[in-house]
């Protein structure tokens, strides 16, 4: 049993997943101070500081009636809101984070990605213009014989 479970703990799934995990933990901490400190003031800015975070309907009111100035004050009073306004600073902050990733993850592509193109590895027939193997020496096609590239 603890050889199976050694097998087990060093096989490349496992341990692939366990790196994937730590260095997603990293990366989470970088993504959230991307939108932390960067881009969550720029929109701040523009946008005026909008906070959502008081916005709540009041379904059934509390001892003391309301109004409530808050969340927290409603919730206090014993009564049952719904707070839409966390919800919406929540979208926003997940649309934030999505737009801040993908911009992350695209730089990171391009920076992977090589500037050589791979060579070619069909040519053209010259007597019926099919595709054929860059080797070949005959042309599967029209059967025709071909020269030696």
């Known amino acids: 049993m603890l050889n199976e479970f050694r097998e087990f703990a060093i096989k490349g799934n496992v341990v692939d997943m366990a790196v994937g ?13 991307v939108v932390d400190d960067v881009l969550t003031p720029v929109v ?12 709540f309907w009041v379904i059934e009111s509390g001892n003391p009636a309301g109004p409530y100035a808050s969340v927290d004050a409603a919730e206090e009073a014993g009564a049952v809101v719904v707070a839409y306004g966390n919800l919406i600073n929540q979208v926003i902050s997940f649309l934030i ?4 990733l993908f911009v992350l ?3 990171i592509n391009r920076l992977r990605r090589t500037d050589t193109e ?4 069909t040519r053209s027939c010259p007597f019926c213009k099919s595709h054929i ?7 599967p096609q029209c ?3 071909l020269e030696a590239v």
């Open 21 to 33: 995990i730590i260095i997603g933990a990293a990366f989470t901490s970088v993504v959230n101070s």
């Open 118 to 121: 791979a060579a070619p590895t």
């Open 97 to 100: 984070v999505a737009v801040a």
């Open 133 to 139: 193997d860059q080797d070949a020496s005959r042309c």
């Open 105 to 107: 993850i695209r730089w």
């Open 44 to 55: 701040g800015s523009f946008a005026g500081d909008l906070d959502f975070a008081d916005r």
């Open 143 to 145: 059967t025709s014989q």
